[in-house]
Structure formats: C-alpha cells, structure tokens
C-alpha cells in the first residue's frame, strides 16, 4: 500500500521528520491502538492519534458525558452531555481524520473481557483512573505481551511509564494497589485540565514512537512532573526479578479483578 | 545526614533511621500511598521499618496516581 496525494499532504509535517518519513508513517497507518479510558487521558491522546493516522483505534469507556468532564476531556463538546463518552469521541476521531477505523466499546475491562480486547493491538493506552483497573491492565499486557502506556494524574502532578515486554512493570513500582482506605476520595483530588492533556499527549507520543521503532521509549523509566512549579524529571526503574506479574517465578498466572474503591462523588 | 531525596541533596534532621522514620521526618502524607526506592530499588511496604538509610543514600518517593477523570464506580 502507498500513501494517496491526501495522504501525503496530511501528514506531510510527520514525513519530512527523519525519524519517521513515508515508512514511518505508513507504519502508524497500519497500527492499532487501544485507548482504555476516554477521560482526561484518554481524550487527548485519541485526538493526537487520529490526527497522526493510526489506522485503527479502539477506546473503552462504560460512562456517559458529563458536564464536569469538560473542563479536561477535550474530545467531549458541550452538546455531548449526557451522551456515551465512546460515541462521542468516535465521532471526533471520524472528523478529524476518515482514515481512521474506530472501533468503541461502552463497558468497563474486567478480568474477563480485557485479554479478547487486547489481543488485536500493537499498543494499549491505560488512561483510567482507578487502580483496580489500572492493575488489570498492567496484568493484561504483561501476561499478553503487550506494550502499554500508564498513566497516572494528580492536582498538578503527572506519572508515566511505557511497558515493553522485558522491561520494568507496573507492578515493579506498586507491587499491591493501595489499602482500600487510604485512596483518597474523588472530591479531594482535583486535577488541573491542562496536566491531563500534557500527560495524555506523552502517552501518545510514546505510543507513535513505539509503532515507528524510533528513539528511546518511556522504559526503565518513571516521568514524573509538577505542573505547579513545571518541573520535570524522569526515575530509573529497575526490573523487579520478584516481582508477581513480570518476575522470574510470578505469582499471578491468571488475571483477578481488585475490590473497587468506594467513591461518593458522581464522576 | 545527607541524602539525595527526588534527586537533589538535603539534609534530614535524622541520625541513623529507618525508611519508616524517614517517611515521618519527611511528613510524608499518607505513607501507604507511596512506593519508596532506596538507591534504585523499589522496596516492599512491610521492609520500611527494617531498612535503614545512610549518608548519601537516593531516595524517591512514587506516589500513586489514578486518573483526573473521577470515574469512579458507584
């Protein structure tokens, strides 16, 4: 397959980049992407991707809009409200860009569902916000194979990490998701909108440069930063050799759904 | 003594101590939501209180970080 003249003047700004030029991008034309999440995270990252061609995206949401959303989830609009979140962002993405195959999925991931949602993409982005799911997805894609994007937001602070196979995990980080009591509750957290989108457009980024196999992934390696005083820095990880997914003798073979924390705000 | 703590030199009102004294000293804010590596290993919650630090040790503090979208469960 080659690039069409459209194709070409499109994404002209990507092929004149050495690290990426026809190849590269026909490479992103020919990639999937699982988007878990169509949040604060999710948002971005799905608009940077389908503006970039990534021929199939998949996202996963199980809510609807909600006005509170807006303030971060940039590929929600005001007439969303109320709307499936999946929905609404597939119909961004199809704007924005008809090379890209949507592909939606209105539920939540469990441990029953995620291996068959996975199993056809070449990167997953984890732009949930909850551990239970965010230590199921880490199981998912280690137990798969699969390289996956976390992400993590707070306030003003972001966290993320690139998994390849062989490289650090999760779980290398947080062996255990927190006590059920210690996370704090959803009204006491409160993120800054713009810190979502830098967070999301690096988990995007990352999934780009996997595809392309170019430079130096986000492996090994915690990026951290404080959008408060805009400091950023990057924590060498090691690979744990005991850790229970990604270790020598795992302890977890098969995948386990963690208690949900107890939440007393509305989304 | 001196440590390097989220990479830069500081010096903590602490003599010989523990990872557990340590996170106290530093008022760490809800220590079960921190993952501590100690000169590049992640250690495990229950080894705080038996690990101690010493000059010139690195120290990161990884919070847990969900997501900004409270898209909580019911």
Known sequence: ?????????RYSRHIILKDVGGAGQQKILDSKVLIIGAGGLGAPAALYLAAAGVGTIGIVDADNVDLSNLQRQIIHFTPDVNQPKVESARQKMAELNPDVKVITYQTRVYSENISEMIKDYD??????????????????????GKP???????RFNGQTLTYSPGHACYRCIFPEPPPKGAVPTCSQAGILGAVAGMLGTIQAAEALRCIIGKGKLLT????????????????NIRKNPNCAICGANPSITELV??????CDLKR | ??????????????????????????KVEMPEMVSVELNGNILRQHEY???TVKEGDQIEFLYF???GSLNCYE
């Open chain 1, 257 to 262: 759904d963690y208690e949900p924390p107890a």
């Open chain 1, 220 to 235: 090994d390696r915690l990026l951290t930063f404080n959008a408060l005083d805009m400091d950023f820095r990057t924590i």
């Open chain 2, 49 to 51: 209180a038996a690990t």
């Open chain 2, 1 to 26: 003594m001196n440590l390097i703590i989220s990479g830069k030199s500081e010096e903590v009102s602490l003599n010989e101590g523990t990872v557990l004294e340590l996170l106290k000293v530093k």
């Open chain 1, 1 to 9: 397959m080659s690039l069409t003249e459209s194709q070409i003047e």
């Open chain 2, 65 to 67: 970080m969900g997501g």
């Open chain 1, 148 to 154: 996956f994007s976390h992400g993590g937001i707070l």
């Open chain 1, 123 to 144: 990167f997953i982005i984890d732009g949930t916000d909850n551990f239970p799911t965010k230590f199921l997805i880490n199981d998912a894609c280690v137990l798969a």
